[in-house]
């Protein structure tokens, strides 16, 4: 098929050339996936569009509204609404994080303490800061019996990198209840902090979460 003619179509131009790319009946058309016997989903899609004029209706609608429009059945106006409220849920997150600001350790300690204090194995959590200090990302990158030589730093700065951190916020738990580091938990934080000033992403703390208590290698001078 040539390249024109698949571009015609809204899943193949997906593939090709990015959602970005996508217009909103093309958008729709894509989560309605078919149309009727006597209608192609562009045209419905279109229809669609026409019936809301917007975003801002398409959010307001029910699942109910969306089946008023000939063609779309409770499958698609099921799918329709999940996609909408995905759309919401991501955008009231990322605010939320937007508006979540680091300055301190305490505070640092006190965000993932709850996630990571009763755990029985060991946890490497990092949180991810533009250059405001607002929290971009977090996650959890390696679960285990940790031994801190399995902590790569291109796995820390690889995350950074790709939600464009300015900073990045290093946690670990003791299960033990100590949050005393080991030697190896020294030397991993030295490693990381010197990664990170070659790819120009600083390591503002490295904290150790235990129970009730936490440590902030940085505050004590190891790094």
């Given at each position: 098929m040539p390249l024109n003619s698949k571009l015609n179509q809204p899943r193949e131009k997906l593939a090709l050339e990015g959602v970005n790319c996508l217009s909103l009946d093309e958008l729709v058309a894509v989560l309605l996936e078919t149309?009727?016997?006597?209608?192609?989903?562009?045209?419905?899609?279109?229809?669609?569009?026409?019936?809301?004029?917007?975003?801002?209706?398409?959010?307001?609608?029910?699942?109910?509204?969306?089946?008023?429009?000939?063609?779309?059945?409770?499958?698609?106006?099921?799918?329709?609404?999940?996609?909408?409220?995905?759309?919401?849920?991501v955008h009231k997150e990322q605010q939320g994080k937007e508006r979540l600001t680091i300055r301190t350790p305490e505070q640092a300690a006190l965000l993932v303490m709850p996630e990571l204090r009763f755990l029985h194995q060991e946890h490497?959590?990092?949180?991810?800061?533009?250059?405001?200090?607002?929290?971009?990302?977090r996650e959890t990158l390696f679960i285990g019996s940790l031994n801190m030589s399995v902590v790569h730093p291109r796995e820390i700065f690889r995350t950074a990198l790709k939600v464009s951190a300015a900073s990045v916020l290093c946690f670990h738990n003791h299960p033990s209840g100590d949050p005393t580091p080991?030697?190896?938990?020294?030397?991993?934080?030295?490693?990381?902090?010197?990664?990170?000033?070659?790819?120009?992403?600083?390591?503002?703390?490295?904290?150790?979460?235990?129970?009730?208590?936490?440590?902030?290698?940085?505050?004590?001078?190891?790094?």
């Amino acid at each position: 098929m040539p390249l024109n003619s698949k571009l015609n179509q809204p899943r193949e131009k997906l593939a090709l050339e990015g959602v970005n790319c996508l217009s909103l009946d093309e958008l729709v058309a894509v989560l309605l996936e078919t149309g009727t016997k006597t209608e192609s989903v562009q045209l419905l899609a279109k229809r669609f569009i026409m019936r809301f004029r917007g975003t801002s209706e398409i959010q307001q609608a029910s699942v109910t509204e969306f089946q008023k429009i000939k063609g779309i059945g409770p499958a698609k106006a099921c799918k329709l609404a999940a996609a909408i409220e995905l759309g919401r849920r991501v955008h009231k997150e990322q605010q939320g994080k937007e508006r979540l600001t680091i300055r301190t350790p305490e505070q640092a300690a006190l965000l993932v303490m709850p996630e990571l204090r009763f755990l029985h194995q060991e946890h490497f959590h990092c949180l991810f800061l533009n250059t405001k200090n607002h929290l971009l990302h977090r996650e959890t990158l390696f679960i285990g019996s940790l031994n801190m030589s399995v902590v790569h730093p291109r796995e820390i700065f690889r995350t950074a990198l790709k939600v464009s951190a300015a900073s990045v916020l290093c946690f670990h738990n003791h299960p033990s209840g100590d949050p005393t580091p080991s030697k190896e938990d020294i030397s991993a934080t030295k490693r990381i902090q010197e990664s990170g000033e070659i790819v120009g992403i600083e390591l503002l703390d490295h904290i150790i979460i235990a129970k009730d208590k936490y440590l902030s290698l940085k505050e004590q001078r190891y790094f």
